[in-house]
């Protein structure tokens, strides 16, 4: 299976800051890759596809870049619904693998 | 707007089967695949299997083969069977929708989940 780093684990951050969060896979997804918010008590919600593509309806201060095994989410200005864990996942291959996620807490 | 309501027992007895279903609403069931996801403090988010329409499936060899998914398109439902509970399937476990998509030059389709289920608790203790 592939496996999927985040860091930082945690991060304390203020509203209106620039933060990026990183994902490392353990071998090369080109750009497969997935981002999630999960919000405490609720389900996952897609940010982020193929690594830099946005979901509908996703605001544009989130962005995803990165290839083969080094992947970033930047958030460029937070807001404080913002405030939430972050995951990676990878859609390369299967199975499909999450990172264990990034909390974004103030 | 596409939803998925889920259901299903809460409180398992270690070697009993966790049955879970999920209806899709507002939507579409054809040209998707549908996932079963699991999450829990040990194991985070943690990938069970897929369905698409016709039935075919793909499931988390971790799961040692204790894993059966179905569908009935005819109520847009799918659903989850997984068998010999023990404390370690102790987890929330979400439906969604997978979404693939071919792009122009890749080899291979991406797959996201877009829309998700709120979540089942399951707890297994005797």
């Known amino acids: 299976d592939i496996q999927m780093t985040q860091s930082p684990a945690s991060l304390s951050a203020s509203v209106g800051d620039r933060v990026t969060l990183t994902c490392r896979a353990s071998q090369d997804i080109s750009n497969y890759l997935n981002w999630y918010q999960q919000r405490p008590g609720k389900a996952p919600k897609l940010l982020i596809y193929?690594?830099?593509s946005f979901h509908s309806g996703v605001p544009s201060r989130f962005s995803g870049s990165g290839s083969g095994t080094h992947f970033t989410l930047t958030i460029s200005s937070l807001q404080p619904e913002d405030f939430a864990t972050y995951y990676c996942?990878?859609?390369?291959?299967?199975?499909?693998?999450f990172g264990g996620g990034t909390n974004v807490e103030i | 707007q596409v939803q998925i309501q889920q259901w299903g027992a809460g409180l398992l007895k270690p070697s009993e089967t966790l049955s879970l279903t999920c209806t899709v609403y507002?939507?579409?069931?054809?040209?998707?695949?549908w996932s079963w996801i699991r999450q829990s403090p040990e194991k985070g988010l943690q990938w069970i299997g897929d369905i698409n329409e016709n039935g075919s499936t793909n499931d988390n060899p971790s799961l040692e083969s204790r894993v059966t998914i179905s569908i009935d398109t005819s109520k847009n439902q799918f659903s989850l069977n997984l068998g010999s509970v023990t404390a370690a399937d102790t987890a929330v476990y979400y439906c969604?929708?997978?979404?693939?998509?071919?792009?122009?030059?890749?080899?291979?389709?991406?797959?996201?989940?877009?829309?998700w289920g709120i979540g089942t608790t399951v707890t297994v203790s005797s």
């Open positions: 507002g939507g579409s069931f054809s040209g998707y695949l």
């Open positions: 193929a690594a830099s």
């Open positions: 969604a929708r997978v979404r693939v998509w071919y792009q122009t030059g890749h080899m291979y389709p991406y797959y996201y989940r877009d829309v």
């Open positions: 996942q990878q859609s390369f291959s299967t199975p499909p693998t």
